[in-house]
């Protein structure tokens, strides 16, 4: 066990009692080595499990001590936590990137584009793909890796409010009040389905079919 | 270890071994015991995850000696896999009758009702929702969990594809060829929403944006 008074653990007390925005970090995301401690981990979890990994073995991945994984994170429960938040932050970093490139076009073309942007950021990051289905099962039984998911979809459906709200009026009526949420699972069942059956190019036909039926929609109106 | 000559035993090796549509079964499903057992199972499963269940808790739960529970299942995998299998046949059996339910209306009103009583089937079944999310989770590191995840996904999508063929010949445009890859990732991403959020109003809302996009769609042409 590290006991350096200084050692900046990210453990469950800390991320519980601040519940604000913007919580002051345990962590610093910023800290090359915690970046890559992180990052070995998420590659970790995602291939492994969660109970599965053990932090040696995500030390033994960048040629680091057990002890030192551990004083920056005090816990296994701490690390998964933090990695989830990295991971996603950093995929939502690039969901927003890609999305604003869609902000040259207008209406529903608009949205059109920010749903293939976000579907080529997730096609792009296999580890968080893997990492989301861990969190999912894993949030079943761990209340604050659910609390941590729950804000994380929140953030995403945000990004895909925003840019179905661009798409003008059409996209404002009270029978397409679902569309952040039915985008959003349609994204995490395309996931689970391409994991599952090895067929991207299933989950692709897919994701094209429900954009032509959000087309039709708003074309519609 | 249970060396009975006679032992039932479901093994990965007897799954294995026979790859055709109708395997012979190892286990069977009708003798009240090993339903008893697979029920007892897939509850425990679904509430504690595959690694943290053990054989002599399912026991516990039925008033059993883990001895008599491998009896029947060689290996906890073996258990496993056959839980999956039975939770899901029950389910679509239901799935089945519901959507004949729907086999009164006819065109887009039929598909409409034929995905209603979907989503109905699978809110009546927290069990097996719980279930598939655990199965996502562990079919990434079980091949066998695996093979027997997507041969039920087009199960399930076969049920889908029969009930949206009803809505007639605008159902059967190139357009819309990904719709039951779709509708079920639709289905698994908003369990996950409801798991994660504890939001089934949220997920309902989405659900019925889903099939007002594809009732104006299928209007449309």
């Known amino acids: 066990m590290n006991t350096a008074d200084n050692a900046p653990q990210a453990s469950m007390e800390s991320t519980d009692a601040s519940n604000t925005t913007t919580a002051p970090r345990a962590v610093d995301w910023e800290n090359p080595r915690v970046a890559a401690i992180l990052t070995a981990a998420a590659k970790c979890f995602s291939r492994s499990g969660f109970s599965a990994t053990t932090l040696a073995e995500i030390g033994k991945e960048l040629g680091l001590r057990k002890s030192i994984v551990h004083y920056y ?60 289905i861990e ?36 996209a404002r009526k009270p029978s397409l009040e679902g569309l952040p949420v039915l985008a959003q699972a349609v994204l995490n069942g395309l996931s689970i389905s391409e994991c599952i059956e090895d067929s991207p190019e299933q989950a692709k036909k897919a994701y094209e079919t429900f954009l032509h039926l959000l087309e039709q929609t708003l074309k519609a109106k």
Do not use: C
Not at 139 to 160: F, G, H, S, T, V
């Open 135 to 170: 969190v999912w099962s894993a949030a079943r039984r761990d209340p604050e890796l659910k609390r941590r998911a729950a804000m994380l979809q929140q953030d995403q459906r945000q990004i895909i409010d925003e840019a179905i709200a661009s798409a003008g009026d059409v």
């Open 73 to 132: 994170f005090a816990s296994k429960a701490a690390l998964i936590h933090e990695v989830q938040s990295f991971t996603y932050r950093k995929f939502l970093d690039r969901v927003r990137e890609a999305t604003a490139s869609a902000s040259e076009a207008t209406g529903p073309a608009r949205a059109r584009r920010a749903l293939e942007a976000l579907w080529e950021a997730l096609q792009a990051d296999q580890t968080a793909s893997g990492l989301n």
